[in-house]
């Protein structure tokens, strides 16, 4: 069992930056791991993710403003954004498995991100 915990939201306005951390319980060096994000009445979508080799995939909504790092000495994927915009406000959560989005993938409790205009 991993247990995920983010922490780095809160309130930013338009044009503005945010990191997001999300530290693990145990080792993920074999895992992929994401961020998603919901923003109320819709559903939740993948924001961008990284595989345990490293490799990087962005929604097309974020590429270029959003970047994702992983450090598995720190069991921790880090998530900085920038140039925000009211749109990315959401809840933004952290998540790890083989194959992200299966039944199998562990979830963190999630942390709210708010952009103003």
């Known amino acids: 069992q991993v247990q995920l915990v983010e922490s780095g939201g809160g309130w930013v306005q338009a044009g503005g930056s945010l990191g997001l951390s999300c530290a693990a319980s145990s080792r993920i060096f074999i895992f992929s791991m994401g961020w998603y994000r919901q923003a109320p009445g819709k559903q939740r979508e993948l924001v961008a993710y990284i595989t345990s080799s490293g490799s990087t995939n962005y929604a097309d909504s974020v590429k270029g403003r959003f970047s994702l790092s992983r450090d598995n000495a720190k069991n921790t994927v880090y998530l900085q954004m920038n140039s925000l915009k009211p749109e990315d406000t959401a809840v933004y959560y952290c998540?790890?498995?083989?194959?992200?989005?299966?039944?199998?993938?562990?979830w963190g409790p999630g942390t709210q991100v708010t952009v103003s205009s």
């Open positions: 998540a790890a498995g083989q194959i992200l989005g299966s039944t199998s993938t562990y």
